[in-house]
């Protein structure tokens, strides 16, 4: 069985920064793509920044140059640094990841999802 396990959420000022950690765990063989996705209260889940197995990155254009995403595989984390927060960041930040697990099948995996509020 495979886990992941989100945090760093919190409140902030806007223009302050956060840090969001996923560590996934359990019966991994592999992992692919990692990533973030947000959801804000009566939108749809979106798209915030996914990262390769080798570092290939992919942002949202409202986040470009102000969230970065990495990973280290030693760890199988994926960290979002979010830099001049923004009232519209407010949302629900759930840590996404593709793996294949003992099962031998590629699926996708979703944290449990970790709040962020930015405050104007």
């Known amino acids: 069985q495979v886990q992941l396990v989100e945090s760093g959420g919190g409140l902030v000022q806007a223009g302050g920064s956060l840090r969001l950690s996923c560590a996934a765990s359990g019966d991994i063989v592999k992992i692919y793509n990692m990533g973030w996705y947000r959801q804000a209260p009566g939108k749809q889940r979106e798209l915030v920044a996914i990262v390769t197995r080798v570092g290939t990155t992919n942002y949202a254009d409202s986040v470009k140059g102000r969230f970065t995403i990495s990973r280290d595989n030693t760890r199988n984390t994926v960290y979002l640094q979010m830099n001049r927060l923004k009232p519209e960041d407010t949302a629900v930040y759930y840590c996404?990841?593709?793996?294949?697990?003992?099962?031998?099948?590629?699926?996708?995996?979703w944290g449990q999802g970790t709040q962020v509020t930015v405050s104007s």
């Open positions: 996404y990841a593709q793996i294949i697990a003992s099962t031998l099948r590629l699926s996708d995996y």
